[in-house]
């Protein structure tokens, strides 16, 4: 079955960084363009940055260009987010997803604060 698993969440300073990853089974992973997802506390669930299926082609929400980087290793079935510049605003529980289907991970708590 698919299974999506993140890693990488945890405590950061404002202005410093993380790396996200995503380790995907069950399907061909280098077939489906993937996303990265993130949910604040009493806010939606917002797309953060999408990759293409052979890694061409990235796009990133405004509130992240500049900052968070996402790139994929489809002879690993993983997909990263670097995240760079973090911001308090950045808190959110980080989610990768599989473009244009309802496949999810569990999630990944990033907080950033002092």
């Known amino acids: 079955q698919v299974q999506l698993v993140e890693s990488g969440g945890g405590l950061a300073q404002p202005g410093g960084s993380l790396r996200l990853s995503c380790a995907a089974s069950?399907?061909?992973?280098?077939?489906?363009?993937m996303n990265w997802y993130r949910q604040a506390p009493a806010k939606e669930r917002e797309l953060v940055a999408d990759?293409?299926?052979?890694?061409?082609?990235?796009n990133y929400a405004d509130s992240v260009k500049g900052g968070f980087t996402i790139s994929r290793d489809n002879a690993k079935s993983m997909v990263y987010l670097q995240m760079n510049s973090l911001k308090p605003e950045d808190t959110a529980v980080y989610y990768c997803?599989?473009?244009?289907?309802?496949?999810w991970g569990q999630g990944t708590q990033v907080t950033v604060s002092s």
């Open positions: 990759v293409s299926s052979i890694g061409s082609t990235t």
């Open positions: 069950g399907f061909i992973f280098s077939n489906f363009a």
């Open positions: 997803k599989i473009g244009g289907y309802p496949y």
